[in-house]
C-alpha cells in the first residue's frame, strides 16, 4: 500500500523559511517521479516543483524559481520542499504526489497517481 505523508507546515513569518517533508512508503522514492502542488485559499490547485526519477529532471514554477529548492534522500525514502523568503502569496496546502514513469517530472497534477494528505503553510505576519 502506497502512502505519502506530508509534514513540515506551519505558521512563519514573510522572508522567513519552511521546509515540507514527504515520507514514502510502499514505494522506492528514488524510482518515481514526485510533485509537489498547493492550492491557496480560493484559487486552484497549481504545480509548485517536481523531481524525476533518479534526479533526471526537474522543475520549477516561475514563482518558485530562486526560492524553492527540491531534493530526495533516498535513505530516508522521502522528498523535501526547501521554502526560503516566503510571501504571504504562498499560503496554501501543500500536497506531494508521485507517479512511477520514466519521463520527465511534469507539473501536471492529472499525471500523478499517489497524493499525500496536504500540510498547511500559512505566511503571515
Known amino acids: 500500500q502506497v502512502q505519502l505523508v506530508e509534514s513540515g507546515g506551519g505558521l512563519v513569518q514573510p522572508g522567513g523559511s519552511l521546509r515540507l517533508s514527504c515520507a514514502a512508503s510502499?514505494?522506492?522514492?528514488?524510482?518515481?517521479?514526485f510533485g509537489w502542488f498547493r492550492q491557496g485559499p480560493g484559487k486552484e490547485r497549481e504545480g509548485v516543483s517536481c523531481?524525476?526519477?533518479?534526479?533526471?529532471?526537474?522543475w520549477y514554477a516561475e514563482s518558485a524559481v530562486g526560492r524553492f529548492t527540491i531534493s530526495r534522500d533516498n535513505a530516508k525514502n522521502t522528498v523535501y520542499l526547501q521554502m526560503d523568503r516566503l510571501d504571504p502569496e504562498d499560503t496554501a496546502v501543500y500536497y506531494c504526489?508521485?507517479?512511477?514513469?520514466?519521463?520527465?517530472?511534469?507539473?501536471?497534477?492529472?499525471?500523478?497517481?499517489?497524493w499525500g494528505q496536504g500540510t498547511q503553510v500559512t505566511v503571515s505576519s
Open positions: 523531481l524525476g526519477s533518479k534526479d533526471r529532471s526537474s
Open positions: 510502499g514505494i522506492i522514492a528514488n524510482n518515481y517521479n
Open positions: 504526489a508521485a507517479v512511477d514513469t520514466y519521463y520527465r517530472c511534469s507539473d501536471d497534477s492529472a499525471e500523478y497517481h499517489y
